[in-house]
């Protein structure tokens, strides 16, 4: 059985820094692209970072390049979401799912499968 856990949400002030973590269990991480999503409330989900297992590529969505950086334990079998200097624009349920089409970035959502309960994000003074 796949499953997929985010952890590592919280509540942060404006500015400050979160590590999400997602452990993945029934398939090996380093077959697949990996791809991390949030959603806001009222919002569609949408991608904010993917990591290639082909190249080691990653990928960001434009409101988070800088910021944000992906990385893969394979050790471990967990991706992580390193983000730092958070913006109000920022908080939501971040999740993380496995691209079952391809090894690298740039598929669409529905290629994505093996979505875990997300992790709260939020950011507040």
């Known amino acids: 059985q796949v499953q997929f856990v985010e952890s590592g949400g919280g509540l942060v002030q404006p500015g400050g820094s979160l590590r999400l973590s997602c452990a993945a269990s029934g398939l090996f991480l380093d077959d697949y692209a990996i791809g991390w999503f949030r959603q806001a409330p009222g919002k569609e989900r949408e991608r904010v970072s993917c990591f290639s297992s082909a190249d080691g590529s990653t990928v960001y969505a434009g409101s988070v390049q800088g910021r944000f950086v992906v990385s893969r334990d394979n050790a471990k079998n967990t991706m992580f979401l390193q983000m730092t200097n958070l913006r109000p624009e920022d908080p939501g349920v971040y999740y993380c799912?496995?691209?079952?089409?391809?090894?690298?970035?740039?598929?669409?959502?529905?290629?994505?499968?093996?979505w875990g309960q997300g992790t709260q994000v939020t950011v507040s003074s």
């Open positions: 799912a496995a691209n079952l089409m391809r090894r690298l970035c740039g598929g669409p959502q529905h290629e994505y499968a093996y």
